[in-house]
């Protein structure tokens, strides 16, 4: 999800059947109040020589950006580029561009995530780059976000398939500056992964395993106004994608405070419709702040997309 001129957009794929089949497609819809939502609009329609998915969103100048994942037929081992669309109303688009390295080459990965913006204007993200998917922290100075990207100094534990252990990061900042990114975990460790940086995303620490549970899924993380760490996610310990649940930090160390967003259990019914990876539960959580409130929007069974949305005065305890 995104702000742009006092909406809130939301971004997602969709598809007939199967996730990730040739059919995907990839829709939006808005809000004005992040309780009731326009009809979804598609913003990237299906391809014949590739499969689209949703990217993010990003705003500069009276600009709304939206991100694109593009996956090829002909690339393998299975991987991507990004594409990018422009628009100033947020219904008529621009025709695609690239966006690009500092070098001037074209981003060679996918990005899953949203981006972060930190103090002096720099933005992160990670890209998961070819061959195959690759995660590797990506910053730039650009406020547009379609140039001047850099990749941090940073080595995966491991490579499986041409699959790095760490996938699907999100990032926050610690309250001493540090920024941290944490990883779904590929090898099923059913716990978060974390690296930090502590030069504004240039270098980055080993990725090692925190204690905090998680159910090998995407998560997402960010900052609250007032500094506080969060993390969204589904701290099962094992592949079940329920509780839905955010967790706060104080210093971005110890979260020592947990809130449940959906509770899960025999209250959630399952699938309606089989499919290619479907289950029971929440998934793919995208978390943002907006007029004093925290949204996290996600997949319910991976058939409908939800919003919860949470004032920002229910998240403070003594």
Request: proline residues 6%; glycine residues 8%.
């Amino acid at each position: 999800m995104f702000s742009f001129k006092d909406k809130l957009y939301a971004q997602w794929q969709s598809s007939v059947r199967d996730e990730d089949a040739a059919d995907t497609r990839v829709l939006y819809a808005t809000s004005k109040d992040g309780l009731i939502w326009s009809a979804p609009q598609v913003l990237a329609p299906a391809r014949d020589d590739a499969v689209v998915t949703s990217g993010g969103w990003w705003v500069h100048a009276g600009k709304l950006y939206a991100f694109i994942n593009v996956w090829p037929q002909t690339v393998q081992p299975r991987g991507g580029h990004v594409e990018v669309l422009a628009s100033q109303d947020g219904n008529e688009w621009s025709v695609p561009r690239v966006p690009r390295f500092a070098s001037g080459e074209p981003l060679d990965g996918v990005i899953e995530q949203d981006f972060h913006q930190y103090g002096d204007g720099r933005i992160l993200t990670a890209l998961h780059r070819q061959p195959g998917l690759l995660t590797t922290p990506l910053y730039t100075d650009d406020p547009t976000g379609l140039g001047g990207w850099r990749t941090g100094n940073f080595k995966n534990l491991s490579v499986k398939k041409h699959v790095s252990r760490e996938i699907e990061p999100s990032n926050f900042q610690r309250k001493d500056g540090a920024l941290v990114m944490v990883f779904r975990d590929q090898q099923s460790s059913f716990r978060v992964l974390a690296s930090v940086s502590e030069d504004k995303g240039k270098n980055w620490t080993r990725p090692q395993a925190t204690n905090m549970p998680d159910s090998r899924a995407k998560q997402s993380a960010g900052n609250l106004p007032d500094g506080t760490a969060y993390l969204v996610n589904n701290p099962s310990g094992s592949k079940t994608r329920e509780p839905l649940v955010v967790s706060l930090s104080r210093d971005g160390k110890l979260f020592d405070r947990a809130f449940l967003l959906r509770a899960g259990g025999p209250q959630v019914e399952g699938p309606r419709y089989a499919g290619l990876y479907k289950r029971k539960g929440f998934s793919y959580p995208k978390s943002y702040v907006w007029k004093d409130c925290l949204y996290v929007a996600y997949a319910e069974n991976k058939e409908d997309i939800r919003v919860t949305r949470v004032p920002l005065t229910s998240l403070v305890t003594d």
